[in-house]
């Protein structure tokens, strides 16, 4: 099963901007593993997570139980105050131990509609009533405070892996799969959605009648099976301007092209890669795409305490001139973001804390928060 790789984190929010031009600053804290966030007529809505449940059960190939329940939530948040206030409750949120929780991940507006991705799957949520129910919903959210089911993408991207061979663990096994769906990110369209799928390493299509078809499937192994993840890991998709660009928690993205893709590498004026772990995307409408890195140490992986793992950063990628730069870093496990109406960045971090601070890794007291990044709005930016 797919879950944010944590254990043993320790981490302190340090925004720190990478040029005079940008400025981050939190904007609101007290999120419960704040994710997917999305701005709807002006105003900001922002998944989380949550803190799992009292419904506990054994996971297979995990020394700890997965705890389910109903703490799942999306909220309207006030970027003058930091107040903020649900608008949907009772979603449903798999607490993983150190690894994390699953539960409402990506959010995306289109047309005026608001769609939310809920994670994994209820093929591993055996005798959970919301599991069965919620996991892995592609959900349609109402201002009204209610929601209708659009597509059961963990159920049918579990039901394709299970073609596949899976892979031997601490072994490389290329062209395996793992049986696993935990749908991720979610871009909207005027005709239906995208969603990026962690767990089964697929991008979807999702039609206005809710059929979904699997569009690209990334069968990547990692040569070094101790690196993490050891497969692709799709979080996010976004529309650049040629076309659609998925990013992975591997560090890999891709350019799709129709029913195929090839592989796209950001690097630094010298030469340094710049994604690492990446779990969120997306666009200006300038030509320019963020990616949100949650975590630091890419391949070859070194594994905490490295404090070049401990903190995240957002990458701004320009499709036209092919040029890319650190926006802003030392970030605490950033997660997802989006343009807002005054053409800033606004990004969640502390993504794997609980509202008191005390969910998933330890967090020494910090919560859920939404940053605002400044960006620079001259017409040669």
Known sequence: MFA???????????????????????????????????????????????????????IPGLPFDGCAG??????????????????????????????????????????????????????????????QQQAGRLISV?????????????????????QFTEPTPGVYSPNTQEHDSNPYGVLATEDGAYVADAGSNTLDRVGEDGKTKI????????????????????????????????????????????ASFSPLVLKDAAGNSLLTHVTGCTSDGRGNVY???????????????????????????????????VLASHLMFPNMAAIGPDGNLYVSAGAICGSTGVAGPPCFGATGSVLRITLPHGEND
Request: glycine content about 14%; hydrophobic content about 40%; proline content about 7%.
């Open 4 to 58: 944010l790789f944590a254990a043993g984190i320790v981490a302190v929010l340090l925004p720190i901007p990478a040029a005079a031009a940008t400025s981050v600053t939190p904007i609101a804290t007290g999120l419960d593993s704040p994710r997917g966030v999305a701005f709807y007529q002006g105003r900001l809505l922002v998944g989380e997570a949550g803190h799992g449940g009292a419904t506990c059960f054994k």
């Open 70 to 131: 109903n703490s799942s939530q999306i909220s309207w948040v006030n970027t003058t105050s930091g107040a903020h206030t649900v608008l949907v409750s009772g979603l449903f949120s798999l607490s993983l131990g150190p690894e994390g929780v699953l539960g409402v991940s990506g959010l995306s507006v289109s047309e005026g509609r608001i769609l939310a991705q809920i994670g994994s799957t209820p093929s591993e949520n055996p005798g959970v009533a919301i599991g």
């Open 142 to 162: 109402h201002t009204n405070g209610t929601w209708t089911s659009v597509a059961p993408i963990g159920a049918t991207d579990f039901t394709y892996t299970t």
């Open 215 to 258: 569009v690209i499937h990334d069968l990547w192994r990692d040569p070094n099976p101790n690196n993490f993840p050891s497969d692709a890991v799709p979080t996010c998709v976004v529309r650049g301007e040629h076309g659609l660009l998925v990013g992975e928690l591997s560090g890999r993205l891709l350019r799709v092209n129709g």
């Open 291 to 325: 990616f949100v890195n949650m975590f630091g140490s890419g391949a070859p992986f070194t594994p905490p305490p490295t404090s070049n793992f401990f903190f995240g950063s957002v990458v701004q990628y320009n499709t036209e001139t092919g040029k890319a730069s």
